[in-house]
């Protein structure tokens, strides 16, 4: 099976600007997670989808919101960039919503905001 | 809330020592541990996980990691590291609710040859 694939694999914006990521997750698979990665906070909790509707949301502001579509696919916004969005966002997939669940992670999208 | 703390941020070894890393968890409730890896320039992998059962459990790469629920701990460990074992290691929790997949900041493992 292809693994979990995210587009675009890096980013450059300025601040304000507002950015879509993209991740298609293991063929399957229902639930998508999204983190943030960066070296002091290391990797942070965005949101989880299942069926296409929000299971759980970190706490990170308004500005970041996502959806999944029907065929499981994902995408996360930024809006209004900021300097600290600066990161490398992961998306996860899993077969279900269940706990015991492994969650499969993609390469990463790196987004660098100047 | 839900905390994993590793207190090891940057551990240093020669080929073939023995390896241990610390983690611990806050929920007072079931929870299920996971230990990923993440090579240089690679994604980050499932090395092993528990959710019940034998709270020794074994993972790829001969990692293995022990479960002690009183010290609300999931340490990782491995008898005899190899150059190849360098990379970043999370701890991970996620309750029986099902809420998010908590992680750990991580340690980095450098291995000298």
């Known amino acids: 099976k292809a693994g979990v694939t995210q587009t675009p694999r890096y980013l450059i914006k300025t601040r304000g600007q507002q950015v879509t990521l993209s991740c298609s997750p293991i063929s399957g698979h229902r639930s998508v997670s999204w983190y943030q990665q960066t070296p002091g906070q290391g990797l942070q909790f965005l949101f989880e989808?299942?069926?296409?509707?929000?299971?759980n949301k970190g706490n990170f502001p308004g500005r970041f919101s996502g959806r999944q579509f029907s065929n499981s696919r994902s995408e996360m916004n930024v809006s209004t960039l900021e300097l600290g969005d600066s990161a490398l966002y992961l998306c996860?997939?899993?077969?279900?919503?269940?706990?015991?669940?492994?969650?499969?992670f993609g390469p990463g999208t790196r987004l660098t905001v100047l | 809330a839900q905390s994993v703390s590793q207190h090891n941020h940057h551990v240093i070894l020669s080929e073939a020592a023995s390896l241990e890393l610390g983690c611990n968890y806050s929920?007072?409730?079931?929870?299920?541990l996971f230990w990923y890896v993440q090579y240089p320039g690679q994604h980050l992998q499932l090395l092993l996980k528990y959710f019940s059962g034998d709270p020794l459990v074994k993972g790829i790469k001969g990692f293995e990691a022990e479960f002690i629920k009183s010290k609300f701990s999931f340490n990782l460990r491995k008898p005899s590291v190899q150059w190849s074992d360098t990379a970043e290691y999370f701890c991970?929790?996620?309750?029986?609710?099902?809420?998010?997949?908590?992680f750990g900041k991580g340690t980095t493992l450098s291995v000298s040859s």
């Open positions: 989808y299942f069926s296409e509707t929000q299971r």
């Open positions: 991970a929790v996620r309750n029986q609710a099902g809420t998010a997949l908590i």
């Open positions: 996860a997939s899993s077969p279900t919503t269940s706990p015991t669940d492994t969650q499969y």
């Open positions: 929920y007072g409730g079931t929870v299920n």
